[in-house]
């Protein structure tokens, strides 16, 4: 008898190690398709920085900009006054890239010194936020 349980253990661990395995590679899997999802948002927002360097200053018009040409969003620019409003509308329904998500590539971008605003009381306020933000961080 004993020689059947260990049988039986050693098939229940190998069907345990698949499904480990099974799991892993799907985790992969969807962190790939989300590491391109992010390397497209990346690249399509360096190329609406480019185009315009309005984008650079203003994130409502990045994000305005980026829904309507990437997102195919059909938005009038009266939209735009009340993008707050219209974001707490729009986003549950994950038909949209996250605002946030908008916000944090073109921030890295220009962390990396690329498109930097060109208006000066931008940066000098985005510096001075930078500051207050590692101060209140330690």
Known sequence: ???IRSNRRSQRQKHKRKNL??????FDEGKKRGEMKMEQ???NIAE??????????DDRLLIFEYWRVFDRKNLHIKAIKALDDFVERITPDRSVTSPASIIRVRQKLQSEGYFLPTDPEVSVKRFKQKIKVR???G
């Open 48 to 57: 609406l920085l480019k185009r315009d360097v309005n984008f650079r200053n």
């Open 1 to 3: 008898m004993p020689i």
């Open 135 to 137: 101060r209140w961080l």
């Open 21 to 26: 395995f099974l799991r892993r590679n799907w």
């Open 41 to 43: 948002i990346i690249e």
